[in-house]
């Protein structure tokens, strides 16, 4: 019986391994250890595709694609070097808030001088002492949120292939908070050449700063009045103070064209020839 019993248990063992289907982290309060300290360990689990949790109706994938891993810039570093919080415990006991947030937060480990930057930015979550994190600062953007896709970050430096991949991705990087900034970046020469793919045209941190970026009516901005001749002569040589006037119609096309009442009175002049000789082809249609 006790033979029949062993075998039956195999049985059942086998089919579960070998059956179709998703492989769901339930709350199994389970310690294991890896076969190695390194990616391999964690890839036992995590290069399974199917490998995810069911949070309320909502399948939440844990899979990660080793081939991203091993093009990115960081194909030699452990997966807990950026994965600090890890718990060998399946699951690992965070929230997905948590563990991703401290893993965004893993680059000021390595690249300290851009974290400081970073610290003294609009962008910065530090808080005085006695203080608690504002709702608001719990939105603020951590290095991953801009350089990712995570797990494939390519390299800046040296490198054209990423420079113009972060480039081209000023909206997903800027435009997705700054929602008002994004739609109004619409001036002929900067927005409007860089919405259509222009490599030479400016994405936002090149006039604004990328790790350091500041408020705008902070002195140490560098699209405030005192910086913008600075700034515009990166991209302009012989800028000057008249030049860098015209850096109001940048974001505020529209607005400054409507406060000028010769261009106003031209735009409604055309749009009542345009309605008149539009009413008239609809006589005709």
Same mark, same amino acid.
């Given at each position: 019986m006790r033979r029949i019993i062993v075998a039956i248990a195999t049985m059942l063992v086998c089919a579960c391994i070998a059956a179709p289907?998703?492989?769901? $982290?339930?709350?199994?309060?389970?310690?294991?250890?890896?076969?190695?300290?390194?990616?391999?360990? &964690?890839?036992? !689990? #995590?290069? @399974?595709?199917?490998?995810?949790?069911?949070?309320?109706?909502?399948f939440v994938s844990y899979y990660v694609d080793g081939t991203d891993l091993d093009k990115g810039q960081h194909a030699t570093i452990m997966c807990t070097g950026c994965h600090?919080?890890?718990?060998?415990? $399946?699951?690992?006991?965070?929230?997905?808030?948590?563990?991703?947030?401290?893993?965004?937060?893993? &680059?000021?480990? !390595? #690249?300290? @001088?851009?974290?400081?930057l970073y610290s003294r930015g609009v962008h910065s979550i530090s808080v005085q002492p006695g203080q608690t994190v504002s709702e608001k600062d719990a939105t603020k953007p951590l290095c991953g949120d801009c350089h990712g896709p995570v797990h494939e970050i390519m390299a800046l430096t040296d490198n054209e292939a990423g420079q113009r991949d972060l480039h081209e991705r000023g909206q997903e990087i800027c435009g997705r908070c700054h929602e008002e900034f994004w739609d109004n970046y619409s001036d002929y020469y900067h927005g409007a050449a860089y919405r259509r793919g222009a490599s030479d045209a400016p994405a936002?941190?090149?006039?604004?700063?990328?790790?350091?970026?500041?408020?705008?009516?902070?002195?140490?901005?560098?699209?405030?009045?005192?910086?913008?001749?600075?700034?515009?002569?990166?991209?302009?040589?012989?800028?000057?103070?008249?030049y860098v006037s015209y850096a109001g119609l940048v974001h505020r096309r529209t607005e400054v064209y409507a406060e000028n009442p010769v261009y106003s009175f031209i735009k409604g002049t055309q749009e009542s020839i345009q309605g008149f000789f539009g009413k008239i082809k609809s006589w005709f249609s």
């Open positions: 289907g998703l492989a769901y $982290a339930q709350d199994y309060d389970l310690n294991f250890s890896l076969p190695t300290a390194g990616k391999s360990g &964690c890839m036992v !689990c #995590h290069a @399974d595709p199917n490998l995810g949790r069911l949070q309320g109706n909502q600090l919080d890890f718990a060998f415990k $399946a699951p690992h006991k965070k929230t997905r808030e948590d563990w991703v947030r401290t893993a965004r937060l893993a &680059c000021k480990n !390595c #690249h300290q @001088d851009q974290w400081d936002c941190w090149q006039c604004h700063g990328a790790h350091d970026i500041m408020e705008s009516d902070d002195r140490g901005s560098r699209v405030h009045e005192r910086s913008l001749l600075e700034t515009c002569s990166q991209c302009h040589d012989g800028a000057n103070e008249t």
